[in-house]
């Protein structure tokens, strides 16, 4: 539950900041953010009525810092990498 209340401030910070045109400098808290994106992923095929996919999938992405920030096996065949934000 504090996952998703860190997800859910940090969202409608986004939105003050971009209302005012400002930019906010990305932190390592977005791995909590990420975090609830991966463990909610077959709640959003559910959630629109689709089956979600059975087989494994692994996210590696790269947080402010340049460190790592990974998600399920490593021998994935479906995979999604890229920057945290």
Do not use: C, K, Y
């Not at 859910?8 to 990420?34: F, I, K, N, Q, S």
């Not at 559910?46 to 059975?54: F, K, Q, Y």
């Amino acid at each position: 539950l504090a996952t998703a209340r860190l997800m859910e401030t940090w969202a409608h910070g986004e939105d003050v900041a971009d209302a005012l045109g400002e930019h906010r400098e990305p932190t390592h808290r977005l791995r909590h953010v990420a975090h609830i994106g991966v463990r909610t992923r077959d709640f959003a095929f559910r959630n629109r009525g689709l089956e979600p996919p059975a087989e494994e999938f692994r996210v590696v992405l790269a947080g402010p810092g340049g460190e790592e920030w990974t998600w399920g096996p490593q021998d994935a065949r479906q995979s999604v990498t890229g920057p945290a934000l």
